[in-house]
């Protein structure tokens, strides 16, 4: 039983009483935002892991159609061609809020399109490396994806981890250290009363 340092008058009593009320409402706010948060990440989790399996597809057709490329073009036009980039990407960064944590929105700048026209000759080279480079510059949209939904998560964890410290702390030791003390102190008030009326008897 932990008592907290208190004096034991009615007024601190009531104090106490209201301190326990609004602690509880505290506690239950603090409880429901842990779930909520957790509820949030489940959900990102499983879109980041449903995401990752669709690059992950992806990837593999861009490769074939690169193998494709490769076989219908000589080495030499191939590196010649994919030398310089033919397009340049900026990733411009916002922010959401999710249950009053905010969190990073990534995205592309407006000026980068997947289905750009690349700035080689249509003549020297096949379809195959057209659609492989597009499917590259879509998966560089997803990896960005990815990357904003892997920071939420461990912004998210860090959070939920946090907040269910508070409300353990609360549930296990704030709360019932303020039981302890109001018991204690109503102990002490009828203690002292009863004290009184022996007292006030033994004079009458």
């Keep these: 039983m932990a008592i907290l340092n208190i004096n034991s008058t009615r007024m601190e009593l009531n ?6 009320i609004t ?6 706010l603090l409880k429901n935002k ?31 159609n690169l193998k494709l490329a490769k076989i219908k073009t000589s080495e030499k036009e191939l590196k010649l061609t994919l ?12 922010s959401s809020n999710i249950l009053g944590v ?15 026209t690349p700035n ?4 020297s080279n096949s379809i195959n490396l057209d659609s492989s480079t597009e499917q590259y510059s879509n998966i560089i949209l997803n990896l960005i994806k990815i990357a904003e939904k892997e920071k939420t998560l461990l912004i998210l964890a860090k959070e939920i981890k946090k907040t269910r410290k508070k409300v353990n702390a609360i549930e296990h030791i704030i709360i019932p250290n303020l039981k302890d003390t109001i018991k204690y ?12 009326i022996a007292r006030l008897t033994r004079v009458k």
Excluded: M, W
Aim: proline share 3%; net charge positive; with cysteine.
């Design 185 to 196: 102190i109503s102990l002490k008030l009828e203690e002292n009363e009863r004290s009184n």
């Design 23 to 28: 602690t509880k409402k505290g506690h239950k």
């Design 102 to 116: 905010i969190v990073p929105n990534f995205a592309a700048c407006e000026d980068f399109n997947p289905k750009s």
């Design 34 to 64: 842990a779930d909520g948060l957790l509820i949030e990440f489940l959900k990102i989790f499983k879109y980041t892991v449903n995401l990752r399996k669709e690059i992950t597809k992806k990837i593999k057709i861009a490769e074939q």
């Design 120 to 123: 080689y000759s249509f003549f």
């Design 15 to 20: 104090k106490l009483k209201e301190r326990l």
């Design 83 to 94: 030398k310089e980039p033919f397009q340049k990407i900026k990733i411009k960064q916002k």
